[in-house]
C-alpha cells in the first residue's frame, strides 16, 4: 500500500507505533522507522533545526512528498498502535490526520 508522507508524517509515525510487543512485531516496527527515517542529505536540504523544546523546526519551502509502500503486516501493526493510543485517548491533534489516512489504507 502507497502513501505520500510529509516531513511531518514522518516524524509523527514512530509515535503511532506499538512500543511493547513481540519479537516479530518489534521488528516490523523497526523496518517502518527503517523505511521512513531522514537520510543525512535531506536534513541538510531540509535545513532541519532543534528546538529548545525539544521539538524540529525545517524549511518548509524544501518539502517534497515522500512516497512509501508499506507491507500489509507493516499497516496492521500502524493500525494496532492507533488503536492502542485511541483507546487510552492519548491521540493529539497534530498526529490525528495521520492516524485518520493509516486507518483508511486496506490492509
Same mark, same amino acid.
Given at each position: 500500500?502507497?502513501?505520500?508522507?510529509? /516531513?511531518?508524517?514522518? $516524524?509523527? $509515525?514512530?509515535? $503511532? %507505533?506499538?512500543? =511493547?510487543?513481540?519479537?516479530?512485531? %518489534?521488528?516490523?516496527?523497526? &523496518?517502518?522507522?527503517?523505511? @521512513?527515517?531522514? @537520510?543525512?542529505? !535531506?536534513? +541538510?536540504?531540509? =535545513?532541519?533545526?532543534?528546538?529548545?523544546?525539544?521539538? /524540529? +523546526?525545517?524549511?518548509?519551502?524544501?518539502?517534497?512528498?515522500? !512516497?512509501? +509502500?508499506?507491507?500489509?503486516? +507493516?499497516?496492521?501493526?500502524?493500525?494496532?498502535?492507533?488503536?492502542? $493510543?485511541?483507546?487510552?485517548?492519548?491521540?493529539?491533534?497534530? =498526529?490525528?490526520? %495521520?492516524?485518520?489516512?493509516? &486507518? @483508511?489504507?486496506?490492509?
Amino acid at each position: 500500500m502507497n502513501i505520500k508522507l510529509s /516531513v511531518k508524517d514522518r $516524524l509523527q $509515525l514512530p509515535s $503511532l %507505533l506499538p512500543k =511493547q510487543g513481540s519479537m516479530i512485531g %518489534l521488528e516490523i516496527a523497526r &523496518n517502518i522507522q527503517d523505511k @521512513t527515517k531522514f @537520510t543525512s542529505k !535531506e536534513i +541538510e536540504l531540509l =535545513q532541519f533545526k532543534d528546538r529548545p523544546n525539544g521539538g /524540529v +523546526e525545517w524549511s518548509a519551502g524544501s518539502e517534497k512528498p515522500f !512516497e512509501i +509502500e508499506f507491507e500489509s503486516t +507493516e499497516v496492521k501493526l500502524i493500525k494496532k498502535g492507533i488503536a492502542q $493510543l485511541d483507546k487510552a485517548e492519548q491521540i493529539t491533534s497534530d =498526529q490525528y490526520d %495521520l492516524c485518520k489516512r493509516i &486507518n @483508511t489504507l486496506k490492509t
